[in-house]
Structures are given as C-alpha cells and as structure tokens.
C-alpha cells in the first residue's frame, strides 16, 4: 500500500507559549482524541477499542531485509535473496540529504506534530458518517503506521489503523526512530523497499554517510527518489495517464518527477535546509539509471545460483545458522562472502558452458544432451574458487549435491569416474612405498580369482581396454599413462579395497554410490568420518578402476588436496556472513596430512604429469589423469568421460556427459568420445585461462623431483618409449613426511564387473571388450531416463 497521492502539508512550526510542555502536549492531544473518537464512533466503538489494544508497533515487526552473496572479493554481488529487495540502515548512519528531503516531500510539520493530521482525521470521520469520499492527508508518522499494519495483516478501516497507531508511536519513539522506520520501510518503485535500496537502484549510489562523498545520495538525487514515493509505481490499470514519477518510464512520467522536485526544492527552504541561492543553482539530476527489466532478478537463475545453494546448505550445518526457519538466511539482511572467485568463475563458465562461443572447439555445438561440469579448488584452503554444475541456476546440479531447505538432498553430480579414479590408488601405492617404477605383468587379460574376475566367472577376467608398448612387462608409471585396467585391478588387490577408499576418503572424496543387491538405484555411503576398512564392505575391487559414482567436487577437492603437497583442506563456498557491522561467522582453514611424505608426493606429480591430456603449454607444472566410462553393455559408446589434475595453485575436475542418460554421440554421428577428446579440451582450456587471470608465478609452484630411492633412474627413449616433458627446477619444498597410517586389509569382494575404455592419447587402442559399467542416480536427478544397469565380462 502507497502513501496518500494527496499529502503535501505545509503547515508551518506551532508558536511556542511560556506553558509546561507537558500541558501543551496534553491540550494538543485533546483533538486529536476527539478526532479519533468520532471516526471510531463511525466504524463501531466496541471494534475500535478493541483495535486499540491489539494494534501492532514497530518491536512487533520482522521486516524482510534482503540478503546479498557475494564474490570473493566481498563486493561484487553474486544473488540477491529474499521476498523483497531492501537493505536497512540505521538512522544514525543515514546521510542528511534523504532525511531532509523526506520530511520536505511527505510531511512539512513532522518535527513538531504529534503524529496525526488530526484535521484529515475529523475529514475521514465525517465522510465515513455521511458515506462521503475519503478525506484528507497523512503524515509520515500515519503512513509508516499504514505500512506496519499491512506487514501484520490488519484490515479494519484505514483511518482508525492510521491514527490508532501513530498515536502509540508518538507516545513510544523518538522522532528520529520513526523516521528511520520509515525510510527503511516504504517503496520506491523497481521493486526497491527503503531508501537505500532506491538509491542503489536509481542510481548506483548509498545513504550512508560514511560512504565515500562520490557514493553518497546528493540533496537533489534525494529529492528524485523522494518524489516517488507520492506513487512507487504505474497504475496498471491506466499505465499511461498514471505513469508515476521514474523518469525513465515515460515523458509523462519525467514531467512528474520534475514537478514533485521542484515541490520538494521549495519545501527545502522552507525547513531551512537551502537557502534561496542554494535551491536556483540546484540542478535536476540526470543521472537516473535506465530501467533494467533485469535488474530485479536475484541471480538465482545463473549457473551461480548453483552455488547459491551449495552456500545456503553450508551455512545451515553451522552452529549459527542449523534449526533456523527456511527463510531466515534468505530475509535476514546478512553479507555473505563466498569463497568463488570471479576470475576463475568465468574461466569456469567460458569453458564448460558448451553452449557458448567460448567453449572448446571439440565440445560446442554439440547435441543439446550433453552436459559438463567442472569444479576448481584451492590447494591448501579448500576454498571453492569456481563451480559450474549447469546454466541454469534453478535446475539440476551435475557437480555435487546439497542440502535444500528442506533438509532432502538435491543435486545430480555423481558419475563413475572411470580411470580418473587411479589417481587414488596411484597415492595410496606411493604411500605403502610402492615405486612408480615397480614392474606389473600387464597382459591384455588376466584373471583374479581372488575377486571373482576369471574366465568362467559373469563378468570374465580384467581386460585392458588399451595396449602399450611397455606390455607385458610395464613399471606402474607406464600402466598410468596407459590407463591399464589389469595393473591397476591388480594393485587395488594388493593394496586392498580398504586402503585404496580410505586415500580417496582422506583427499576428499565424501561420499561415493555403491550398487545394493535388490535396489534399483545406487545408495550413497557416506565415507566422511570412517576409515576404509569400515567402508569397504559396499565396494569391490572395481572400486580401483572407477566403477562406483562420485562428485566432481569431491574429485576436486582430492585434486587439491595432491596439489597441496598431502595436506588436505575443508572444501567449502564460505568466507565470512555479517550482518551490518557484526561479524557472524568467518571461514576456518584447517588442513590434515594424508600420510603422503615428500617422496610420494613426487613421484605422485612425477606419473601424473606424464599423462599426455594433463600438459598446458603456458609454463606450469601440471599434473592429471583422464577417465571414461561406458554406456551399459556396449563395447563402443560412452556415457562419462573425464579429466581431473592440477597445477600447485589449482585445482580442478572436469566431468562431460549427457542429461538424459543416452551415450555421448558427436552432431556427426560418431561414438568416439573419451576422456581426452571430451572433458579433456574443456580441463586444458579452464586451466590456462584460470592460471593466466589469476596473475600467479608458476615458478612459486614448481613440483619437487623424486629421488626414486633404491631403485635404477626412470626408463630412457632407448629402453622403453614415454611421453616425456621439460621439467624445471623446483624451488620451493614439499611437506615434511609425516606417519603413515596403517589398516588391515581385508579380503576384496567381488560385486559387479567393471572397466575403463580409453584415456591416454599415447595409448594402442585394441579390441573393446564387453563391460559392465553402472550408472548411479543422484540425491534428487533432474525428469530423465536413467540407463539400465547390466553385466558382462569386463
């Protein structure tokens, strides 16, 4: 509800008498009295006096207050939340100019009346007697009343609320309070609630005096914004002939606002607050923002609205924030920091957004089922420094999964990752002091009758999916490059289940998908907190070579957590909540050794590094590993394929597939998307743009050499072909060796059969055998057709 069109009272100051003030106040309010009597008299006294007791006042307000999220920087607005667009400010912290020009446009006599126009009073009594029109004028005292009584859902006669409550203000606040009330609370039009909001919508200014003097509202920007409040908005029903004040919004429109202005410029002198000379030389400002029918939008519906919500559900696990009502974040007025960087994000969003210009050549254009994500981490904080789970911030979530408001889980981002899963199990050899270069026997089969994979078995023996040229005799850091399912199956069984899960577990994998006999879809094991050796039990020895879904966050957390040296960091969305001045809650960085001493580390970023899909031709060490995974029971389509790395500064991974759950298929027709040729070119592009607008020295980031202790130097060109790469000199250290954790190894199960179809370039490709890869639904999957779960040899 607007402040009465017709209020432009002049009244001057009352003369002042030699009576008590106590008697004056008490002789003034005899009017008043009378006046509020006879309109009560007018609507039913018993009505009136019991409106008099339940009538609320300004403590009985909860007014909504938007809340705005931020990029890391703390000041470029990320999502505004919350049922209306306003940001209250104190009274005291209020810069003259809208204090003043207020009182001059609404109420001339506010500082001296006693909250009620007790003549229009009489007026509206008497048309409500004789059934005439409405009657008379309110002050801003009444017309702050008016507003309060609507937030509470009064409906009893406007005039009686108007002047039943203004008189209890009167009696229980200071002027000053009331008229902060007010300026906080009435509209302004474009959907701005309160001064400030007006002025950051109308003209990218504050009210706030300690603002810099060139953000600040001037006198005569104030006095625009406060010729609106005569009317926020267009009639709708006659937009034309009753277009407002904006001066944007028409010519008619503009003339209006010129008129109230030059109104309101009169009434400034006549409260003394511009002296004749002040008021000729004043200007109209022409500095009013155009109409931005954008500009109401939240930003909920961008791919940061994914983060929105990543933010909301983070904040609602805290000690702060957990047993709040839905909407108390949302309509709180608090400043969130998040942890995204707006560098990184657009990096992140030029490059997985395939349907933009920006994205790789080798994914745009592409048919409209498929789908990226990528996640980037900083190494050492966790803090998430971008996040990409879709375009559109309100519908599915193909990076991770969250907690809505509800406290259900919601999302789509898990998928099997394939062989980027071998990073896991590559950490945790290093870990138990297996050398890169130990040699395995890497036919292009082999059985494990110890895990159910032999020739008379459903699934068959572990096959590679590639040949390399080191076969069949192949160090562990060649079978990496090559991606070979039947090393790395076989290491996983050394290793053990236990171990390979609790590495991932401890980098930063959280949750993972297992298959559960007589369930249609897979469950979510909450690794977090429990050592491999209680999770195990849900998971075979494919765990190894990728067959059970994580997140793309989670995968890149683990990322950054190999970046950091072994040292693992919280991810999370949030640097610091405020409210005003009060500080709510500030991130804490911890960080945990995964039992990863400097020698592993190297010799995990030396292998790494070696992978073809992983190098950047900008001058940093990089280090990474692809993965792809089959479409149900077909031996030649692909339904995920990834790319997971990192250089000492960050971290990401990058996941494509479809949203439909249908096999990746190129707008030509073909089935050959892998890891390298899918997610692959959308990781190398993010990276070298992330790298470069971060404005970071790679050789502050230089990874250490192994030493390859007791063992011969890494195989020549002569010996046995490798990728090789031009390695600098390192300069800084690696984290100091730290104990490594042990744990029994129980005896792997065997479930469902599984392996990996290409990802290295340097790899021979070979006959594709059968497989059995699954495809795990998330928390809450957006209206598609999930792939049906089979089994055949791997």
Same mark, same amino acid.
């Given at each position: 509800?607007?402040?009465?069109?017709?209020?432009? !009272?002049?009244?001057?100051? $009352?003369?002042?008498? #030699?009576a008590p003030e106590g008697r004056k106040r008490r002789r003034r309010r005899i009017p008043i009295f009378l006046a509020v009597l006879a309109l009560l008299l007018g609507i039913g006294l018993i009505g009136g006096t019991y409106y008099v007791d339940s009538v609320p006042t300004p403590t009985d307000l909860s007014l909504p207050e938007s809340t705005t999220v931020y990029f890391a920087d703390g000041r470029t607005p990320m999502a505004k939340l919350g049922s209306e667009n306003r940001t209250i400010v104190p009274y005291d912290q209020m810069n003259d100019a809208a204090k003043q020009a207020i009182v001059a446009a609404e109420d001339r006599t506010f500082w001296t009346n006693e909250g009620i126009d007790f003549k229009g009073v009489l007026r509206a009594a008497w048309a409500n007697l004789t059934g005439g029109e409405r009657q008379g004028a309110s002050t801003i005292t009444q017309q702050y009343a008016r507003v309060a009584a609507d937030l509470k859902g009064v409906t009893y006669s406007r005039k009686v609320r108007e002047a039943v409550i203004a008189w209890k203000l009167d009696d229980e606040y200071s002027k000053e309070e009331i008229l902060g009330f007010y300026l906080n609370t009435v509209p302004f039009g474009r959907g701005a609630y309160g001064i400030e909001a007006a002025a950051q919508a109308y003209f990218g200014k504050t009210v706030r005096r300690d603002a810099p003097a060139a953000k600040q509202? /001037? *006198?005569?920007?104030a006095m625009v914004l406060c010729a609106m409040v005569k009317q926020p908005e267009a009639n709708p029903d006659d937009p034309e002939g009753q277009p407002g004040y904006d001066p944007e919004?028409?010519?008619?429109? @503009?003339?209006?606002?010129?008129?109230?202005?030059?109104?309101?410029?009169?009434?400034? *002198?006549?409260?003394?607050?511009? /002296?004749?000379?002040?008021?000729? #030389?004043?200007a109209y400002p022409d500095t009013v923002q155009p109409i931005d029918p954008t500009a109401n939008r939240s930003g909920l519906d961008r791919p940061t609205g994914l983060v929105v919500n990543h933010v909301l559900s983070e904040l609602r696990q805290t000690e702060q924030f957990k047993d709040k009502p839905a909407d108390y974040v949302r309509n709180g007025g608090f400043k969130i920091v998040s942890t995204i960087d707006k560098r990184v994000q657009d990096?992140?969003? !030029?490059?997985? #957004?395939?349907?933009? #210009?920006?994205?790789?050549?080798a994914v745009r254009g592409q048919p409209k089922n498929w789908q990226a994500a990528l996640v980037a981490v900083e190494p050492g904080t966790g803090r998430v420094l971008g996040y990409y789970g879709g375009n559109d911030g309100s519908g599915a979530d193909y990076a991770g999964w969250y907690y809505d408001e509800d406290g259900e889980a919601a999302g789509f981002g898990q998928?099997? $990752?394939? !062989?980027?899963?071998?990073?896991?199990?590559?950490?945790?050899? *290093? @870990?138990?002091?297996?050398s890169v270069k130990r040699h395995f026997h890497s036919p292009d089969t082999k059985e494990f009758p110890a895990s159910g994979r032999t020739k008379d078995s459903p699934a068959g023996p572990i096959r590679n999916a590639e040949r390399a040229s080191c076969q069949p005799d192949c160090a562990l850091w060649e079978a990496t490059v090559a991606s070979l399912n039947v090393t790395y199956f076989e290491l996983t069984e050394k290793l053990?289940?236990?171990? *390979?899960?609790?590495?991932? %577990? @401890?980098?930063g994998v959280d949750s993972m998908w297992a298959n559960k006999k007589g369930d249609s879809k897979p469950k979510r094991i909450e690794l977090r907190g429990h050592p491999g050796a209680e999770t195990a039990e849900h998971f075979s020895t494919e765990v190894g070579i990728g067959q059970y879904g994580i997140t793309v966050e989670d995968h890149a957390n683990g990322m950054a957590t190999f970046a950091a040296g072994g040292k693992r960091a919280e991810a999370h969305f949030v640097r610091s909540v405020t409210k005003g001045d009060e500080e709510i809650l500030e991130e804490q960085l911890t960080q945990t050794e995964v039992g990863l001493d400097e020698e592993a580390i190297a010799q995990l970023n030396w292998t790494l590094s070696r992978v073809r899909a992983a190098r950047l031709d900008n001058g940093w060490d990089t280090a990474g590993k692809t993965g792809t995974w089959q479409a149900g029971q077909s031996t030649t389509k692909n339904l995920h394929t990834w790319m997971v790395g990192y250089t000492g500064a960050l971290a990401a991974a990058t996941w494509l597939g479809t949203t439909d759950g249908k096999p990746l298929r190129t707008k030509d027709g073909s089935y050959a998307v892998y890891g390298a040729s899918g997610a692959g070119p959308i990781w190398q592009q993010f990276m070298a743009e992330a790298t470069a607008a971060l404005k970071l020295d790679p050789d502050k980031y230089r990874f250490a050499e192994p030493k390859f202790p007791n063992d011969a130097p890494p195989p020549t060109a002569t010996t046995r072909p490798a990728p090789t790469a031009t390695?600098?000199?390192? /300069?800084?250290? %690696?984290?100091?060796? %730290?104990?490594? $954790?042990?744990?029994? @190894? $129980?005896?792997?199960?065997?479930?469902?059969?599984s392996c990996d179809p290409p990802d290295c370039a340097t790899a021979v490709p070979t006959g594709r055998p059968t497989r059995t890869p699954t495809r795990s639904p998330e928390p809450s999957p957006p209206p598609s057709s999930e792939p049906p779960r089979t089994s055949a040899p791997g």
């Amino acid at each position: 509800m607007f402040p009465d069109p017709d209020n432009e !009272s002049t009244a001057g100051v $009352p003369a002042q008498t #030699d009576a008590p003030e106590g008697r004056k106040r008490r002789r003034r309010r005899i009017p008043i009295f009378l006046a509020v009597l006879a309109l009560l008299l007018g609507i039913g006294l018993i009505g009136g006096t019991y409106y008099v007791d339940s009538v609320p006042t300004p403590t009985d307000l909860s007014l909504p207050e938007s809340t705005t999220v931020y990029f890391a920087d703390g000041r470029t607005p990320m999502a505004k939340l919350g049922s209306e667009n306003r940001t209250i400010v104190p009274y005291d912290q209020m810069n003259d100019a809208a204090k003043q020009a207020i009182v001059a446009a609404e109420d001339r006599t506010f500082w001296t009346n006693e909250g009620i126009d007790f003549k229009g009073v009489l007026r509206a009594a008497w048309a409500n007697l004789t059934g005439g029109e409405r009657q008379g004028a309110s002050t801003i005292t009444q017309q702050y009343a008016r507003v309060a009584a609507d937030l509470k859902g009064v409906t009893y006669s406007r005039k009686v609320r108007e002047a039943v409550i203004a008189w209890k203000l009167d009696d229980e606040y200071s002027k000053e309070e009331i008229l902060g009330f007010y300026l906080n609370t009435v509209p302004f039009g474009r959907g701005a609630y309160g001064i400030e909001a007006a002025a950051q919508a109308y003209f990218g200014k504050t009210v706030r005096r300690d603002a810099p003097a060139a953000k600040q509202l /001037t *006198v005569a920007e104030a006095m625009v914004l406060c010729a609106m409040v005569k009317q926020p908005e267009a009639n709708p029903d006659d937009p034309e002939g009753q277009p407002g004040y904006d001066p944007e919004r028409s010519p008619k429109a @503009r003339q209006n606002s010129l008129d109230r202005w030059a109104y309101i410029r009169d009434g400034m *002198v006549k409260l003394g607050h511009l /002296t004749p000379a002040e008021a000729a #030389d004043l200007a109209y400002p022409d500095t009013v923002q155009p109409i931005d029918p954008t500009a109401n939008r939240s930003g909920l519906d961008r791919p940061t609205g994914l983060v929105v919500n990543h933010v909301l559900s983070e904040l609602r696990q805290t000690e702060q924030f957990k047993d709040k009502p839905a909407d108390y974040v949302r309509n709180g007025g608090f400043k969130i920091v998040s942890t995204i960087d707006k560098r990184v994000q657009d990096a992140a969003e !030029s490059a997985a #957004d395939i349907r933009r #210009d920006t994205a790789p050549e080798a994914v745009r254009g592409q048919p409209k089922n498929w789908q990226a994500a990528l996640v980037a981490v900083e190494p050492g904080t966790g803090r998430v420094l971008g996040y990409y789970g879709g375009n559109d911030g309100s519908g599915a979530d193909y990076a991770g999964w969250y907690y809505d408001e509800d406290g259900e889980a919601a999302g789509f981002g898990q998928h099997p $990752p394939g !062989s980027s899963f071998k990073v896991y199990d590559l950490a945790a050899a *290093v @870990r138990e002091e297996i050398s890169v270069k130990r040699h395995f026997h890497s036919p292009d089969t082999k059985e494990f009758p110890a895990s159910g994979r032999t020739k008379d078995s459903p699934a068959g023996p572990i096959r590679n999916a590639e040949r390399a040229s080191c076969q069949p005799d192949c160090a562990l850091w060649e079978a990496t490059v090559a991606s070979l399912n039947v090393t790395y199956f076989e290491l996983t069984e050394k290793l053990g289940t236990d171990k *390979v899960i609790d590495m991932a %577990t @401890r980098a930063g994998v959280d949750s993972m998908w297992a298959n559960k006999k007589g369930d249609s879809k897979p469950k979510r094991i909450e690794l977090r907190g429990h050592p491999g050796a209680e999770t195990a039990e849900h998971f075979s020895t494919e765990v190894g070579i990728g067959q059970y879904g994580i997140t793309v966050e989670d995968h890149a957390n683990g990322m950054a957590t190999f970046a950091a040296g072994g040292k693992r960091a919280e991810a999370h969305f949030v640097r610091s909540v405020t409210k005003g001045d009060e500080e709510i809650l500030e991130e804490q960085l911890t960080q945990t050794e995964v039992g990863l001493d400097e020698e592993a580390i190297a010799q995990l970023n030396w292998t790494l590094s070696r992978v073809r899909a992983a190098r950047l031709d900008n001058g940093w060490d990089t280090a990474g590993k692809t993965g792809t995974w089959q479409a149900g029971q077909s031996t030649t389509k692909n339904l995920h394929t990834w790319m997971v790395g990192y250089t000492g500064a960050l971290a990401a991974a990058t996941w494509l597939g479809t949203t439909d759950g249908k096999p990746l298929r190129t707008k030509d027709g073909s089935y050959a998307v892998y890891g390298a040729s899918g997610a692959g070119p959308i990781w190398q592009q993010f990276m070298a743009e992330a790298t470069a607008a971060l404005k970071l020295d790679p050789d502050k980031y230089r990874f250490a050499e192994p030493k390859f202790p007791n063992d011969a130097p890494p195989p020549t060109a002569t010996t046995r072909p490798a990728p090789t790469a031009t390695r600098p000199t390192p /300069t800084t250290a %690696t984290p100091t060796p %730290t104990a490594r $954790p042990t744990t029994a @190894r $129980p005896t792997p199960t065997a479930t469902e059969p599984s392996c990996d179809p290409p990802d290295c370039a340097t790899a021979v490709p070979t006959g594709r055998p059968t497989r059995t890869p699954t495809r795990s639904p998330e928390p809450s999957p957006p209206p598609s057709s999930e792939p049906p779960r089979t089994s055949a040899p791997g």
